[in-house]
């Protein structure tokens, strides 16, 4: 028998249940969304721009809004680290860069940032690489990382030789970061991408190559993870890097690889590198090993879920 | 004829505050037909730029020359950015009530020709050693790039340090530290020229200043000049009073026009139009006068200014070159190998040390168009002879490979513009690498930040022990940019440096291979 008391008992649980379910349902939604398509690492090659290639494993990686906070602030870490335009694949392509600053804002992003701390003299490098007019087309703010002023002591408490560095205060304010490299030959750590991209991040960086290279690279990533790493590899540095001297070491590779992990991005990075150079054993370079040996991503790249696309 | 002083004051206001400017930011804001003009016009540095080649771009002194010949020395007030600079503190001294009135005074011209001669004869047998002390465009350029530059600085950085701390990132922060010892001597110099000015006028452009000396000689034959007409003279003394030159004895109805800078305070304040700018007649009385010898004061003077001015130069300049940007990598200095530079490099353009030497008169205008401030002011890195001429300090900056910007603003000839195919190729030093202080050879760690900077891959990194990379220099592809040195993070020797040409040569291109085909078609992951 059911009272009048039982009913309203049951109607109010089932309310109750109700408004739980409809308030979490969006959440629950995106996880079930994500998890169906959670890849560790979208590689994509071919196709007729860096666009193409980006929109197409933006998509893959379940959009642009899962990397960063609506409202937030972003830092975009580009490589603008030389007096070199485009060509010479010394620096990242401006058109990606562009449609990454674009795609933040589309996800809700409130604020873009970028910077490099470079090696060539600041203003040549930002207008040289196209990067200042990319920033202004997009609306991202090209901030200076020019003088001691703009960085902070910061310590390293997950670094085994680099325990303390200068960093880039909005490296440490921004709300979400992503970092984007170009794939390059490099004189003494064989490659560079997007580990040793954060090198721009950081004042002192005379530090890293006194107290090792390697390790100091690794050591640096315990900091702060980057949210999304997007590793540009359409035109490719394969020699004389990371400076390069002329556009005859520079192939049109068009490879563009994602991932929220640093380690897996670097190490299917390195393989592709070792395709048109002579690196002899991609999977050993060190700073990579170092970085997987301490827990920073994996680069055992035959056990990731791995999307791989050509287009 | 009351137009004359607007005019002077119109004309010199425009080109002196853009020469000003010029020191600050060269490259942006001015247009370039004014940066052109205001540089073409000043004296000294063009004709050291004739006489490096003479042709119509370096021909501004001819100029100057021709309109001193027709009008007396409009240069000194209408052109001269140091002449421009007293005018102010006269002016002040004036209008503050510090300086009541000036009369005639008498003449220095045994002293003014004198240094002339002097400084001519030194400019032939050694160059511009001499000359750049005298120089107006020089002190003027100094003080604007250290005695200036400091404080400016300073200002900027802390309005972006505050507008930083809010995520402001519109003004940037300058990562430049000029020596503060700099900046004291530039200054006190400058003092030096305008502090007398007050009192005493231009009594620097007409007792030491060697472009002053010089067309002051041809002013006296100039077809138009300035004259009082006694028959409409009420001798009020009105224009003496407000001459700069105290060139002006209207109890005599004379003007020393020897000494007139031409800025036309006289016309002005004539209340009835009595000094005349016009044909110049054949003055019989009056001109003994201004052959009294009166040199006994103005030397002592000099004396003392010159005896402070190295007071405060040599110890100084010294102790700024010390201090460098902090040290990054400090090996124990006993073992480390030891070496001294022979020679520093002068900067890309100069075609020799020697060439440079005596060439540069030291106004610093390309010290601070550099955009990666690797030209910085010699103290003794060139000898006695380059003092305060710019070199290339591989400790503060490297030359950017494609940069050809001192070449460009260079007003005296000193540095050539040549183009960046043949920059590119011009050798100004060669790399010397130091194995027994390289990090990888005492540490057993890589670096390469030598490698990495090198723009021509004259240094590149080959296989060592353990799986370890080292530099190697091609010095044939070298041209001593000094990109490695200056990244080498050893100190306080480095592990590799830059070692002078002193007499500049042709770097050979480095060999461009071919590209290299990759056809796996294939993901190899």
């Known amino acids: 028998m059911i009272t009048r008391r039982d009913l309203f008992s049951i109607t109010g649980r089932m309310a109750a249940g109700s408004i739980f379910t409809l308030a979490w349902w969006n959440a629950l939604r995106g996880r079930i969304y994500a998890s169906e398509k959670k890849y560790d690492l979208v590689a994509v090659k071919g196709g007729n721009s860096p666009v193409e290639l980006f929109n197409t494993a933006i998509s893959q990686m379940g959009g642009m809004q899962r990397f960063i906070k609506k409202g937030g602030s972003v830092l975009i870490k580009p490589n603008i680290g030389w007096d070199r335009t485009p060509e010479y694949g010394a620096t990242t392509n401006p058109d990606l860069v562009a449609a990454v600053v674009r795609e933040c804002y589309t996800a809700g992003a409130a604020k873009v940032y970028m910077f490099d701390h470079t090696c060539d003299q600041w203003q040549a490098c930002y207008k040289k690489s196209g990067m200042q007019a990319t920033a202004v087309k997009a609306g991202a703010e090209l901030v200076p990382a020019s003088s001691s002023g703009y960085f902070v002591k910061t310590s390293i408490p997950g670094g085994r030789v680099l325990k303390e560095a200068q960093v880039h205060k909005l490296f440490l304010e921004c709300d979400s970061i992503i970092n984007i490299p170009v794939l390059k030959h490099h004189s003494s750590t064989v490659l560079t991408a997007s580990m040793k991209n954060l090198m721009g991040v950081v004042w002192d960086r005379g530090e890293w190559h006194r107290a090792g290279l390697h390790q100091c690279i690794a050591d640096f990533s315990t900091l702060r993870r980057p949210d999304l790493v997007i590793i540009d590899g359409w035109r490719v540095m394969t020699r004389n890097g990371p400076r390069g001297y002329s556009v005859s070491d520079v192939q049109n590779m068009k490879y563009l690889f994602m991932s929220a992990d640093p380690v897996a991005a670097d190490s299917a990075a390195a393989m592709v590198l070792a395709q048109s150079t002579g690196i002899k054993n991609p999977t050993d370079i060190r700073y990579i090993k170092i970085a997987g040996s301490m827990g920073l991503g994996r680069n055992d790249l035959a056990k990731l879920n791995i999307k791989r696309i050509t287009i | ?525």
């Open chain 2, 1 to 525: 004829m009351k137009y004359l002083k607007p005019l002077r004051i119109a004309v010199s206001l425009i080109l002196s505050f853009t020469i000003a400017f010029l020191f600050i930011d060269y490259y942006r804001y001015l247009p370039e037909f004014l940066r052109k003009i205001s540089l073409y016009l000043q004296f000294i540095p063009s004709v050291a730029a004739f006489s490096v080649k003479a042709s119509g771009a370096a021909a501004g002194f001819i100029v100057v020359i021709a309109a001193t010949v027709i009008c007396g020395r409009l240069y000194c007030s209408f052109i001269c950015p140091l002449g421009f600079c007293q005018d102010i503190f006269i002016r002040s001294g004036r209008s503050s009530g510090l300086v009541k009135k000036r009369g005639y005074s008498r003449p220095h011209y045994v002293l003014f020709y004198t240094l002339l001669a002097a400084s001519a004869l030194s400019c032939i047998l050694s160059g511009t050693f001499f000359i750049r002390w005298l120089d107006p465009f020089s002190i003027f350029g100094r003080f604007m790039a250290f005695g200036i530059s400091l404080p400016l600085i300073e200002l900027n950085n802390g309005i972006a340090s505050v507008l930083v701390k809010n995520n402001n990132f519109s003004v940037s922060v300058l990562n430049i530290k000029p020596s503060v010892s700099g900046a004291i001597f530039a200054f006190s110099v400058f003092m030096l020229i305008m502090l007398p000015a007050i009192f005493h006028g231009r009594i620097y452009c007409n007792t030491i200043c060697p472009a002053g000396a010089l067309l002051s000689l041809i002013s006296r034959l100039s077809f138009f000049n300035l004259a009082i007409d006694p028959s409409s003279c009420i001798k009020c003394g009105k224009c003496s009073s407000v001459c700069k030159s105290s060139c002006i004895d209207y109890a005599a109805g004379h003007i020393d026009t020897a000494r007139c800078v031409s800025c036309f305070n006289c016309v002005s304040v004539c209340p009835e139009q009595s000094v005349r700018f016009a044909r110049r007649k054949i003055q019989a009385a009056g001109s003994k006068r201004e052959r009294v010898i009166n040199s006994d004061n103005t030397s002592a003077t000099i004396t003392r200014s010159g005896f402070i001015a190295g007071l405060i130069l040599l110890p100084n300049m010294v102790f700024s070159q010390g201090k460098q940007a902090g040290a990054i990598y400090r090996q124990d200095p006993a073992k480390q190998k030891k070496y001294s530079r022979k020679s520093y490099s002068s900067p890309p353009g100069s075609i020799s040390t020697d060439n440079f030497n005596s060439r540069c008169t030291a106004c610093s205008l390309c010290i601070t168009a550099c955009p990666t401030k690797v030209l910085q002011p010699a103290v003794l890195q060139y000898g006695l002879n380059g003092i305060m001429q710019p070199f290339m300090d591989f400790s503060s900056g490297f030359c950017n490979y494609d940069c050809t910007k001192c070449g460009e603003v260079c007003p005296a000839g000193a540095i050539l513009e040549t183009g960046i195919d043949a920059k590119r190729r011009i050798q100004t030093g060669k790399s010397v690498f130091v194995i027994e202080n390289c990090i990888t050879y005492t540490n057993g760690t890589d670096c390469g930040a030598c490698s990495e900077h090198c723009p021509t891959k004259a240094v590149q990194m080959v296989p060592f022990r353990n799986n370890l990379v080292i530099p190697e220099v091609n010095n044939a592809i070298c041209t001593g940019c000094g990109a490695c040195e200056y990244a080498c993070p050893v100190r306080p020797l480095r592990a590799i440096y830059v070692e002078g040409n002193p007499v500049h040569k042709t770097a050979e291109l480095p060999e461009v291979r071919e590209v290299i085909k990759t056809t796996e078609p294939d993901f190899p992951f």
